[in-house]
Each structure stands twice: as C-alpha cells, then as structure tokens.
C-alpha cells in the first residue's frame, strides 16, 4: 500500500490486514515507553486545511509512536491564507520531503490529485469534502468488529445526514465489503440517490433503519457543506430523526457510535451519547491505533530496510 485515497481502491485483504494490526499498536500505548521504531528518521506532515480534533491529533500520536518527526500546517498559520494555491503549499512541503503526507480538505478529489502531482510522498486522505473518509471508516470498523465479534451479516444502521457526509461514503463502502448489512436513513432532503451503489440500503423511516441494528452509526449535520436550508429547525430535526433512548430501544441492544464532532440535544440525545451503549470515546482511542496500523503499513511497503532491518 503506496497511499490511502480512499475504502474505494482499498481491498478486502488490505483492510482486514489493517484491522488485524491494530491490536498490537494498540499495546503500544500501554508500554512504559509507547514507542516503536517503525517510521525513525521519516517525516509525517499534516496538512490540515479543514477543522479538525480527534483525527490531527489522532495522526499525531499515532505518527510520533511510531517514531516519525511530524510537522502540521493548518489555514491559520499557512500561506493558504496569503493566497497561496492549494497545490504549491503542498508542493512547498513537499521540497521539505516529507515522506508521508496526511491531508484534510474541503475539495474533493484532492489527495489523489496530490498523489499524482507529487510522486515523492505518500498520500493519507484525513477526509476529502463530502467524498472519503477511508481512516475513519477504518476505525469504526475496527470498534464494530471488536465489539460484536465479527461484521459478517452484521447490522449496521447509519443515520442523519448522508447527503454531506464523506463518513457515511466510507463506512457504507468498507463495512458491506467486509459482509455487513448496512442500513441507512435520514431526512428526505439528505439522502442522495444512489446510495445501493455505495452498498447500503436506504429507509425512509428512521425506526425502520434501526430495526433490529447490531450498531448504529450517528452523524452530525454538516451545515458547513450546505448552500440551502435541508432542514425546518434543529428541534424538529431531534423531534424525527435524533437517536433517543425510545428509537435505541428497538435495535438488536445495538453499541452507538459517532465520529465527532457531537450535537447533543440535534442528532442524538445526551442520554444516549452518554449511556451504556456508546463507544464513542473508545472509536477516539481506537483511532490512534488503527492510524498507526495505516502508517506502518504504508511504510512497510516503501521503507523495507529501514523500518524493518
Ligand atoms: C468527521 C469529519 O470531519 O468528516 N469528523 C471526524 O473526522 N471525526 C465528521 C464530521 O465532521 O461531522
């Protein structure tokens, strides 16, 4: 694996590879000293020029345990805002040479744009606009698996707004080619057409998506990526659609996850973003471990002697 684009271009074998390593790097972080030595002497740069928590500081960790140098550029403090290209900042990193490069963006298509114009370093897409968000699927998967054993005829509902999210592409992608059932719903208005080819089934109902669900998979409305109004008001949206302690109720005793940033009291209630059955915190923990099974791999493939001797 040169780069991660994206669940699309990833194979089953690849994936479950990554899932299967996880693990261990997961043991790292337990370690007096949670390092290893996989990525000594290369350069991991972030370049983040979308808001971001969980997944820059995710990267981070995860690069620095693998004893990587990082180095992050975000809009606030780039050229970007000096009317720089997108692709010359890119470019000027790269005469940095890092040697893997992790890139969030509003544009998408972007990172395999950055693949093709930059041959030196490797591309990890952090989440391209509303297209792929192959690292956070990979962790959701990873935190479905763990907990429920297998995702082989598992039921997987995703809920909320499908339209503008670049999560639901990739976990819809990734869990139906690991032989989950994935389900989705979600206001009218939100739910592109479609969505059979991205291997998920679409509910107009949300309690009928929820029917029965193994996981439920909740996402925010992304009000950054809309241009119209897709909704009548916050407290309707919650009043049809939120995940409620009633609506949880009816799936299969089903874990909860969200990949952040959380709306309480919009799609979900704080009763249930809170309860037992949420993992929310474990998918933020898992992702540390997962992005560091993603980084070795890439490395694996193009550092051999160093990495590895
Ligand atoms: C998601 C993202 O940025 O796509 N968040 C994340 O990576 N944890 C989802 C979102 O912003 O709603």
Redesign the pocket.
Known sequence: MRHLLGIRGLSREEALGILDEAPRFRDVAEQPVPRVPILVGRTVTLLFL??????QASFQLAARRLSAETLTFSPRSSSLRKGETFLDTARTLTALAPDILVV?TSEAGAPAALARALPGASIVN??DGAAE?PT?ALLDAFTIRERRGALERLRVAIVG?LLH???FRSNARLLSMLGAEVRCSGPPTLMPPGLERLGATPFLRVEDALEGADAVMV??I?HERMHASYIPSEREYFEEFALTEPRLARTNDAIVLH???LNRGVEISSEVADGSASVILEQVRN?VAVRMAILAEIARGRFPRKSHG
């Open positions: 979308e808001p971001s928590t969980r997944t969030r952090a989440g968000h956070q707004d999210s670049r999560v996402l925010r992304q990949p952040g940033p992702g």
